[in-house]
């Protein structure tokens, strides 16, 4: 089963909670009481999404984090990038050679339309839209296919 991990979830979850509050800088202590998450949690989630700019840190008295740009120019794909590195659905999707059989393997193309695919999923949903409670549709044609995936994106 492909999956994200559980901390690229719940990066997502904290950055829609500052996308909620647009400008708004909140602590780490409040993300965790508004995400229903840890303390230690979070602040281990903000360095990677800080070091991404996905998030700006504050220090001093009223320091804190607000989104980086507006939620609405983040896109589900930056999240996970930020979190778990480059998106690949195999190691060839993203490095070539670094496989015994690569020079005689007849699936590793499909592997990569397979991931533009997933990656171009992620890059159509804004952290915008993560705010909404309706589900979010999306058509992708994969790369010289000419047909048309609907993807809907459930928040659970």
């Not at 089963?1 to 780490?28: E, F, N």
């Not at 007849?106 to 909404?132: E, F, H, K, P, T």
Request: glycine share 10%; hydrophobic share 45%; charged share 20%.
């Amino acid at each position: 089963m492909l999956r994200v991990t559980k901390l690229t979830d719940y990066a997502t979850v904290v950055l829609t909670v500052l996308a909620a509050r647009p400008g708004a800088v909140m602590s780490a202590a409040e993300l965790a009481e508004q995400s229903g998450l840890e303390a230690p949690t979070v602040s281990k989630l903000l360095k990677p999404l800080a070091q991404a700019g996905l998030v700006e840190g504050f220090r001093g008295a009223n320091g804190g984090y607000r989104l980086a740009r507006d939620a609405a120019a983040i896109s589900l794909v930056e999240i996970v990038e930020a979190m778990e590195g480059p998106l690949a659905m195999t190691e060839c999707s993203l490095h070539t050679g670094q496989c015994g059989i690569s020079d005689q393997c007849g699936v590793r193309g499909n592997w990569r339309r397979i991931n533009d695919v997933v990656a171009d999923a992620l890059r159509a949903v804004s952290l915008a839209q993560m705010l909404g409670d309706t589900p979010a549709t999306h058509s992708i044609s994969p790369a010289g296919s000419g047909r048309r995936i609907d993807a809907r994106l459930f928040r659970a």
